[in-house]
């Protein structure tokens, strides 16, 4: 792998995880890593066309202060099956200790069945900064004059 900034994220395999591997970069480059759906080998889960399903990963983590885990889809389940992460990107905060769940929507027209193993999301640690409220009577003015499409499509 490249020579890349790397955090030390503290991880608990749950016994759902099994034999399942831990996470990891497909690619020197990846920003993201393939999360596993770590349910019994026996019970796929099928979601219906407009319906969702909550998917265990089998693992809980402690992610350090100032960071946050956020939960991507697969871009490949998106395309070929309409299937999405359905707050669109779910956020993991540093004091959450549970195990880490993707919430899967099905936009397709098909049912789609996820199995033991699947990938079923990404994963991406991020940094963020914390907002300190300042109210004001008035904001300084900017060139922008629109709002919603103001600068095109």
């Known amino acids: 792998m490249t020579d890349k900034p790397a955090v030390e994220l503290k991880v608990m395999r749950l016994p759902n995880l099994g034999d399942l591997p831990l996470p990891s ?7 993201g890593m393939d999360l596993f759906a770590a349910i019994p080998e026996n019970e796929p889960v099928t979601i219906q066309p407009g319906n969702f399903a909550l998917v265990p990963s089998g693992l809980a983590v402690a992610i350090p202060p100032g960071f946050e885990v956020q939960i991507r889809a697969r871009s490949g ?5 309409g299937i999405f992460v359905l707050n669109g ?3 993991i905060d540093a004091d959450y200790r549970g195990e880490m769940k993707i919430i899967l929507a ?9 199995n033991r193993g699947e990938r079923i999301g990404q ?3 991020t940094r ?5 409220w300042v109210p004001v009577d008035s904001l300084d003015s900017t060139s922008r004059t629109g ?6 499509v």
Do not use: Q, W
């Not at 389940?77 to 099956?81: A, I, P, V």
């Open 128 to 132: 963020f900064t914390s907002v300190a």
């Open 147 to 152: 709002g919603f499409g103001s600068t095109g």
């Open 25 to 31: 970069y497909a690619t020197d480059l990846s920003a």
């Open 77 to 81: 389940l998106c395309m070929r099956h």
């Open 106 to 114: 099905n936009f397709g027209k098909e049912p789609f069945t996820i």
């Open 89 to 91: 990107v779910g956020t």
């Open 123 to 125: 994963m991406v640690m």
